[in-house]
Nanobody, 117 residues
Framework: QVQLVESGGGLVQPGGSLRLSCAASGGRFSIYTMGWYRQAPGKQRDLVAS???????HYADSVKGRFTISRDNAKSIAYLQMNSLKPEDTGVYYC???????????WGQGTQVTVSS
């Protein structure tokens, strides 16, 4: 069973930066697609960025050019570098590990990001 633990959230002013980390254990990290999802208050959980086992990345339009997803397979960690943060980036950020072809999904507990002056 894959276990995911997010860290790095917090309060930041608009225009600031944060780096989120997702540490994985209990499985072969390198075979999973890793994703970062955001859930704002009263809204659904939406995909922000993902990176496949082969390193291909995908970003939501709202974060293109500002966020960068990466992974370190040797350390079993996925990262989300967030720059030029906006108030609308506020929410709980969840890390997810998936193998969609096998209908296998794992989630972390989430980390709060608040962008406010």
């Amino acid at each position: 069973q894959v276990q995911l633990v997010e860290s790095g959230g917090g309060l930041v002013q608009p225009g600031g930066s944060l780096r989120l980390s997702c540490a994985a254990s209990g499985g072969r990290f390198s075979i999973y697609t890793m994703g970062w999802y955001r859930q704002a208050p009263g809204k659904q959980r939406d995909l922000v960025a993902s990176i496949t086992s082969g390193g291909s990345t995908h970003y939501a339009d709202s974060v293109k050019g500002r966020f960068t997803i990466s992974r370190d397979n040797a350390k079993s960690i996925a990262y989300l570098q967030m720059n030029s943060l906006k108030p609308e980036d506020t929410g709980v950020y969840y890390c997810g590990a998936s193998r969609a072809t096998l209908n296998e999904y794992h989630w972390g507990q989430g980390t709060q990001v608040t962008v406010s002056s």
